[in-house]
């Protein structure tokens, strides 16, 4: 019993002593970055607020448009304002004319879409034009006439009837008949270059609507004018 409690009087091991001293090191190191980290931190922020404004004065260069920015921003809005202004002459013509709710003008970011019914065009089952079509595609002729554009693209469609004759055995031939006529008459009669012209016919294969019903294959029936600026 004696030697046992001998012991347990006997003090800690000495390790501990050298375990203590090494954090205490510990400690003390830590506290020595924490200090450098706050000096550093100072004129971190301050580095920060300096590059801040060099950022600040590049934000403001790279904002500014340059030179061919500016004109292309200008191209651009000349170019929108041009084909507003020819949107609304076409249209002008319509109106004169009567053809308002017959034909469709629309523009987008490439140039003028014009879409024309059948029934002011051709008579049923015919390529020739009708007088009552020279009026608008004077219109286009006039839009085109002294200005850059690319192209004048020309598509025929038709409805889903059959159409059996020896000039026309398919709905494919008489659309691609129509649409030459179109670019015929812009070419020979109107002047245009011919190399900026182009004609396809695509039959009843691209409906606007169901062929269900007779307006809707009145709708069908139609010749789309593309004039390509871009």
């Known amino acids: 019993m004696k030697k046992a409690q001998e ?14 001293d090494m954090v205490t090191l510990l400690m003390v190191f830590f506290i020595m970055i ?26 403001d260069m790279k904002n500014k448009p ?40 629309e523009a987008d970011a490439t140039g003028i879409h014009v879409r024309l019914g059948d029934n002011i065009m051709f008579d049923v089952g015919k390529a020739e034009l009708k007088a009552s079509a020279f009026p608008v595609l004077n219109a286009v002729a006039d839009l085109v006439h002294n200005k850059q554009f690319k192209e004048i693209f020309v598509e025929g469609h038709t409805d889903n009837v059959p159409i059996h004759t020896a000039k026309y055995p398919t709905n494919w031939e008489l659309s691609t008949a129509r649409a030459l006529s179109v670019v015929r008459y ?45």
């Open 7 to 20: 012991e347990e009087c006997k003090g800690a091991p000495a390790w501990m002593a050298t375990f203590s």
């Open 34 to 59: 924490l200090s450098y980290s706050t000096i550093e931190l100072e004129k971190f922020k301050g580095a920060v607020s300096s590059m801040k404004g060099a950022l600040g004065i590049l934000d």
């Open 66 to 105: 340059t030179p061919e920015q500016r004109r292309s921003i200008e191209g651009r809005d000349n170019f929108k304002e041009q084909v507003d202004k020819q949107v609304k002459e076409i249209k002008r013509v319509l109106e004169e004319e009567g053809l308002s709710d017959q034909v469709q003008v």
């Open 186 to 230: 812009l070419h020979y009669v109107k002047g245009i270059d011919a190399a900026k012209l182009a004609a396809v016919g695509y039959g009843e294969y691209r409906p606007l609507v169901p062929n269900t019903t007779a307006a809707n294959r009145a709708k069908n029936r139609r010749v789309e004018i593309y004039i390509r600026y871009r």
